[in-house]
């Protein structure tokens, strides 16, 4: 009996844990997976980190980042394009899922390579994680398991679209 009752507290605990972390990533989205108020946008001619707090449908607080990577030993020219040519992290954080990666965009404004994709995912194990990119999308994904679990599983993205200069980002 006493077996039984370990069991019963510890199915009922998985099923509390994943209707709190997992059952908002699968309410109803837009076709691109979320709606227009819950994408970040930036504009990288600034050259300049720049955030955003958006708060979703679900009331959840979502922070959207972009930061200019600098190498300090690199040379640097005497004028700047205006353009968003250069190395730009891109990430989000909501406590306790966060996650980033790195694009390189030209001086055509086009994603060149994505790269050093990060996660902290707390309350999760990640099974599987990706890092995709074209030249006018990237996206960073990954597949969680609550509890290790696959069946108590989620995909979070982490997506960023250029048009020209402007830089559009979002977790769905």
Not at 48 to 55: D, L, W
Not at 139 to 150: A, F, K, N, Y
């Amino acid at each position: 009996m006493v077996i039984l009752k370990k069991r019963f507290s510890t199915l009922l605990l998985a099923i509390m844990m994943f209707t709190v972390f997992c059952v908002p990533a699968f309410a109803s989205e837009a076709p691109d997976g979320t709606n227009e108020n819950e994408k970040a946008t930036f504009d990288l001619t600034q050259k300049v980190a720049q955030e955003q707090i958006v708060t979703t449908t679900d009331g959840e607080t979502i922070v959207y980042g972009v930061e200019p990577v600098i190498d300090p030993n690199a040379v640097q020219p005497l004028a700047e394009y205006e353009n968003a040519t250069g190395t730009w992290k891109i990430y989000w954080y909501s406590g306790a899922l966060n996650g980033e990666y790195y694009i390189d965009i030209n001086s055509s404004s086009k994603i060149t390579r994505a790269y050093d994709q990060w996660h902290l995912f707390t309350g999760y194990t990640v099974a599987n994680s990706g890092l995709e990119y074209t030249s006018t999308t990237a996206r960073g994904w990954w597949d969680l398991e609550l509890l290790g679990s696959s069946w108590l599983s989620t995909r979070w993205e982490l997506r960023a679209q250029m048009n020209g200069t402007t830089l559009k980002t979002w977790v769905n």
